[in-house]
Each structure stands twice: as C-alpha cells, then as structure tokens.
C-alpha cells in the first residue's frame, strides 16, 4: 500500500512538473519571479559587491593576528591585547542570525548597506584610535558591521541567481572566504613589519565605500520582491515593521552569542574553566539558547501575531535542517581552526615569516574552489543527495587531519608531505564550504531562508570560534607544562597572542618551544580530528527514505510544487 502511495505521488509530481514552465521561459518573462530578471551586467555587478563584502568582512578576522605585536608595542595594553579580537568575534558571531531576519522585515539592500557603513565608520575610528581600549570598543562595533555583510552576502545569493547556476556562485563566494582567511595573516604580517598597523583598519574605508556604491546601485530597492508588491519591505509603513520585530527573540540570541563566545574566549585563559565566572558564562548562554528555543515554539501556539520569530520552530524541530547546522559548525570548527593554527605552527617551528606561512597556507586553501566546484557538480549536474556529498567532504577531512597528526619532526624542517596533508583537508572543507550553501533551499523553507542562512553562519562561526578555543587551550596547558621554569608566563602568554614574539626569545631555549609547539600541533590535530569525526556522524540525521535532491529546488522555490514539497505537505 505504502508503495502504491509513493508511486501515486510520483506519478503526480511528474505530471505537474512537466505543466511548469522551464527557467528559459520564465527568464524571457518578467512576471513569473522577480529574482530572475536582474540584468547580466547588474547582476555580475551585485555578485562583485558581494564578493568584495564577503572579502572585507572574513579579511578583518583573521588579519589581525599577526599584528597583535605591533599594536601592544604602540598603544600598550598587552594583558587586554586579547580583547581585540575577542570583542569583533563577539559582535561579529551575535549578530549573524538577527541581522539576516531583519533583512526580512526592512529590506536586503537598506540592511547590508548600513552594515557596509557601519563597517566603514568603525574601521575608520580603529585606524586612529589612540588607546588600547578605544581600540578594542570600535572594534566591537566593526564586528556588526563584518557579520552583516558576511551573512547577507550567503542572504542574497540564493534569491539572486537562478537555480541552474546556484552550485557556480556557491561554490564562488564560499572561495572567496576561504580566500580572504587565508590572505588575513599575510597582510597583518606585511602591513605591521612596515610599522603601519593603523592601514589594517584604513584599508577597508576606500574599499568599503567603492562596495558601499556598487552594491547600492546595482541591488533593486524592494528585492527580492516587486516593486508593486504589497509585502515588500520598502512598502509597509515603518510602524508595520516594527510590528514584526521579535524583541524578544533579538534579546535572547544575541545575550547567548555573547555569553558563549565570551566564556570560550576567556575559559582556560584568563580563567580557569572550573571558575565562577566561566561557569556562570555557560549556564548564562546555555539558559538563553533554551529560552529562545521555547520562545520560537511559542508562536506556533499563537493564531495571530504580527511579529516573526528570530529562530523560527520549524528550523529547530526539523531534523534535516538541524543536521545541516550540524554539518556547518563541525565543517566551521575544521576550517577555521585549521586556517587559525597552521600558520602559527610554521611560524613557530618552522621558523617562516608571517608572509611565507600564508604561502604555506595555499595548499589547503587553493584547493577550496575546487571542493566547492566539485559540491556543485555532484548536487546541481549529478543530482546526488547532499547527505552523501557531505559523507564524501567529511571522508577527506577525517583523512587530511588524521594524517597531519604524524608530524612530528622539526630538525629535518618542513616535511612536504605535509602538503599534501593539506591538500586533502582543504579539499573537503571546499566541498562541505559550499554544499552547505547550496543546501539551504532544500532544508530551509521560502520564508525561513534568510534567518536559516544567518542561522548556519552563526553556526559555522560559532564553530570556529570553540575550535581556535580548544586548540588555545591545549597549547597553552602543554606550553605552562613542558616550561614551566623555562618562560616567564608573560613569555607564554605573548607567544600565544603572536609567533613573532619568539624573536625575544634567547636562542638557547627556542629549540625547547619549537619542539613544545610541535607537540602541541599533534594534539591540536588530534581533536580536530575526533570533532571531524563527530561531524560525519552528525550528518546522518539527514538520512531519509527518500533523499532531497538540489534538481527540484527551482520547482519548490518558484511554485511550491515538487517533490521535497509534495512529500512535506502530505
């Protein structure tokens, strides 16, 4: 019975398929949907502006890390140094998720321009700040700036383009963040060995306000809607949207970003992780996770409200979804993590300038674009479920990092087959990097796409930012073991903000931490490792009887007829 009801469905879809028009002819016609009649020369324009947001933003986490001595030489202030990329981490991840469900309610083109602008402003200020502590505040700010334009820019993307050539741009801007992490360290080395620190956050006002002009006058006002749409954002009366705002919602995320990113930050560091305030941080963000889950369930016992929920319920209680979150903070732990400690881990034992570990670097990150180039050939052309693409990126990734835990020698120098350790990580990251994005439709709704894309960045950042924990933690435990008596822990603790302090080092007591890092890293690789491992199982909650398939997101998205939504409505 229950076959002849699948081949009932079936046989319906297909019927009902073969009635919708083809992309070519709602291409050639205006009125079928509004995101497909953006003209080429515009829409490459947008894509550009949204590749240069994604590069700015992703840029400015990263290239701060090899500057870290420069700027405590010249504002001081070095036991709150880590403060400066703790508070952009802070705004950066908590506002990933509300900003892409404002975009709902106040536009997509008004919200990322005013990200860009906060950006510029604070970007600005950073660049002439004159004490450690201005510095470490404007950076907050910066942060909101960089986590709008990072989760807009994935916002946007799937609403721009159409289905057909979804997998080619995915795979794009998921390669031009990996670009941009890699080249954060160079430029932060380059920049701060001129003595110009100051041009890290200056940079980004001249760049920041040509991305500000492209992406204004490109974008339509009301997309993705009609203009003469009655629901579009730029239509509805400002009392109307701020009607729909869950405050409450707003309150909870961001106070649990804050408070994770905070405890994970700090924990093992500035303070133990069995001490009142760490303990105090968890429970805090674990009691606000558990609130804004109970106050999205909430609106489905409603009839009516005007307002929407930040986290909407069918993302949480949706199994499929919730293994794609998974899949985005496992593959985030990986890659962040991994692009965060391997240049660390020449520069130390390897002894490469700050420039030649980002060159080192290339050997994963190069081969991002063609993991995500591959992602899209599997899910757009060969029409393989995105659970077993995902099997697949986690296979080279398990395999990757479990191979670089064999790295152990230092006196014979750098050994290249590390190389092609890296290169079989970084190409599993590209694949799971943008199967995630090409994913979304199929386990986010219409209505729910935009807060399901700034939920999985937050995931993805979230990710990130407990892994480059773990790894900080386990450095700095074995570093306080193996020399203790040998450093100072102001030695261990500048060693830890920037590899370049090993230059202060007396050379008889180098050998002794080149080889204590080197340890380290092999235990670092260790727990990537076993995080990798529990990403791949993870993912199989997506397993399903009968698996989505990327080939009918278009008919989802544009009649709400296919088979993902057939089977959901019955």
Same mark, same amino acid.
């Given at each position: 019975?229950?076959q002849k009801l699948d081949s009932d469905v079936t046989d319906a879809i297909e019927d009902a398929e073969a009635q919708l028009p083809t992309e070519s002819a709602i291409l050639s016609?205006?009125?079928?949907?509004?995101?497909?009649?953006?003209?080429?020369?515009?829409?490459?324009?947008?894509?550009?502006?949204?590749?240069?947001?994604?590069?700015?933003?992703?840029?400015?986490?990263?290239? !701060?890390?090899?500057?870290?001595?420069?700027?405590?030489?010249?504002?001081?202030?070095?036991?709150?140094?880590?403060?400066?990329?703790?508070?952009?981490?802070?705004?950066?991840?908590?506002?990933?998720?509300?900003?892409?469900?404002?975009?709902?309610?106040?536009?997509?083109?008004?919200?990322?321009?005013?990200?860009?602008?906060?950006?510029?402003?604070?970007?600005?200020?950073?660049?002439?700040?004159?004490?450690?502590?201005?510095?470490?505040?404007?950076?907050? %700010?910066?942060?909101?700036?960089?986590?709008?334009?990072?989760?807009?820019?994935?916002?946007?993307?799937?609403?721009?383009?159409?289905?057909?050539?979804?997998? $080619?741009?995915?795979?794009?801007?998921?390669?031009? $963040?990996?670009?941009?992490?890699?080249?954060?360290?160079?430029?932060?080395?380059?920049?701060?060995?001129?003595?110009?620190?100051?041009?890290?956050?200056?940079?980004?006002?001249?760049?920041?306000?040509?991305?500000?002009?492209? %992406?204004?006058?490109?974008?339509?006002?009301?997309?993705?809607?009609?203009?003469?749409?009655?629901?579009?954002?730029?239509?509805?009366?400002?009392?109307?949207?701020?009607?729909?705002?869950?405050?409450?919602?707003?309150?909870?995320? /961001?106070?649990?970003?804050?408070?994770?990113?905070? $405890?994970?930050?700090?924990?093992?560091?500035?303070?133990?992780?069995?001490?009142?305030?760490?303990?105090?941080?968890?429970?805090?963000? !674990?009691?606000?996770?558990?609130?804004?889950?109970?106050?999205?369930?909430?609106?489905? &016992?409603?009839?009516?409200?005007?307002?929407?929920?930040?986290?909407?319920?069918?993302?949480?209680?949706?199994?499929?979804?919730?293994?794609?979150?998974?899949?985005?903070?496992?593959?985030? /732990?990986? %890659?962040?993590?991994?692009?965060?400690?391997?240049?660390?881990?020449?520069?130390?034992?390897?002894?490469?300038?700050?420039?030649?570990?980002?060159?080192?670097?290339?050997?994963?990150?190069?081969?991002?674009?063609?993991?995500?180039?591959?992602?899209?050939?599997?899910?757009?052309?060969?029409?393989?479920?995105?659970?077993?693409?995902?099997?697949?990126?986690? $296979?080279?990734?398990?395999?990757?990092?479990?191979?670089?835990?064999?790295?152990?020698?230092?006196?014979?120098?750098?050994?290249?087959?590390?190389?092609?350790?890296?290169?079989?990580?970084?190409?599993?990251?590209?694949?799971?990097?943008?199967?995630?994005?090409?994913?979304?439709?199929?386990?986010?709704?219409?209505?729910?796409?935009?807060?399901?894309?700034?939920?999985?960045?937050?995931?993805?950042?979230?990710?990130?930012?407990?892994?480059?924990?773990?790894?900080?933690?386990?450095?700095?435990?074995?570093?306080?073991?193996? /020399?203790?008596?040998?450093?100072?822990?102001?030695?261990?603790?500048?060693?830890?903000?920037?590899?370049?302090?090993?230059?202060?080092?007396?050379?008889?007591?180098?050998?002794?931490?080149?080889?204590?890092?080197?340890?380290?890293?092999?235990?670092?690789?260790?727990?990537?490792?076993?995080?990798?491992?529990?990403?791949? /199982?993870?993912?199989?909650?997506?397993?399903? &009887?009968?698996?989505?398939?990327?080939?009918?997101?278009?008919?989802?998205?544009?009649?709400?007829?296919?088979?993902?939504?057939?089977?959901?409505?019955?």
């Amino acid at each position: 019975m229950e076959q002849k009801l699948d081949s009932d469905v079936t046989d319906a879809i297909e019927d009902a398929e073969a009635q919708l028009p083809t992309e070519s002819a709602i291409l050639s016609d205006p009125n079928q949907d509004p995101r497909f009649i953006i003209q080429r020369k515009r829409l490459y324009t947008i894509v550009l502006s949204l590749c240069l947001c994604l590069f700015l933003s992703t840029l400015e986490s990263t290239v !701060i890390g090899t500057a870290l001595v420069a700027i405590t030489n010249d504002l001081q202030g070095f036991n709150i140094s880590s403060w400066i990329v703790t508070s952009y981490l802070l705004t950066y991840t908590g506002f990933l998720t509300a900003l892409a469900k404002l975009s709902d309610t106040f536009g997509r083109r008004n919200v990322m321009c005013l990200c860009i602008i906060i950006f510029i402003i604070f970007s600005i200020a950073c660049g002439v700040a004159e004490t450690m502590l201005q510095l470490i505040v404007f950076r907050a %700010f910066q942060g909101i700036g960089g986590g709008g334009m990072y989760t807009m820019a994935f916002v946007i993307i799937p609403e721009l383009v159409p289905p057909s050539k979804y997998a $080619a741009y995915s795979g794009l801007i998921a390669g031009v $963040a990996a670009l941009s992490s890699l080249l954060g360290p160079i430029f932060g080395g380059i920049i701060s060995n001129r003595g110009n620190w100051e041009w890290i956050f200056l940079f980004n006002a001249p760049n920041g306000t040509v991305t500000l002009i492209l %992406f204004y006058f490109a974008l339509p006002p009301a997309f993705p809607y009609n203009m003469e749409d009655a629901n579009a954002p730029v239509n509805l009366h400002l009392a109307q949207k701020v009607r729909r705002i869950d405050y409450v919602g707003l309150l909870l995320i /961001l106070a649990s970003s804050f408070l994770l990113v905070t $405890a994970i930050q700090e924990g093992g560091i500035a303070y133990p992780w069995d001490s009142g305030v760490i303990l105090s941080l968890l429970i805090l963000s !674990i009691s606000c996770t558990a609130g804004l889950v109970c106050w999205g369930w909430s609106f489905t &016992r409603r009839s009516t409200t005007a307002q929407e929920p930040v986290l909407p319920w069918t993302i949480v209680s949706d199994r499929y979804a919730l293994g794609l979150l998974l899949v985005c903070f496992f593959t985030g /732990l990986g %890659f962040i993590t991994c692009v965060i400690i391997l240049p660390q881990h020449f520069q130390i034992v390897f002894q490469d300038s700050p420039a030649r570990a980002g060159f080192r670097l290339l050997a994963m990150t190069l081969v991002v674009p063609l993991g995500s180039g591959a992602a899209g050939l599997a899910l757009q052309n060969l029409h393989t479920p995105a659970l077993y693409v995902f099997l697949t990126g986690f $296979a080279f990734i398990i395999l990757g990092t479990g191979l670089s835990t064999v790295v152990k020698n230092v006196a014979d120098g750098f050994p290249t087959h590390e190389y092609g350790f890296q290169v079989t990580m970084g190409f599993g990251f590209g694949i799971n990097l943008a199967a995630a994005v090409m994913a979304a439709p199929l386990a986010f709704r219409p209505q729910h796409l935009a807060v399901g894309m700034g939920t999985s960045n937050q995931f993805r950042v979230l990710g990130g930012s407990i892994g480059v924990a773990i790894c900080a933690n386990i450095l700095n435990d074995h570093l306080a073991n193996r /020399l203790r008596g040998l450093l100072s822990p102001d030695q261990i603790r500048a060693l830890l903000a920037s590899a370049q302090t090993l230059a202060f080092i007396s050379p008889d007591l180098r050998q002794a931490v080149r080889d204590t890092f080197a340890e380290s890293f092999v235990m670092q690789m260790q727990v990537i490792l076993g995080l990798s491992c529990a990403g791949l /199982l993870a993912t199989l909650l997506m397993i399903e &009887r009968q698996p989505r398939y990327q080939h009918y997101v278009f008919n989802r998205q544009n009649r709400g007829i296919g088979r993902y939504g057939m089977l959901l409505d019955r």
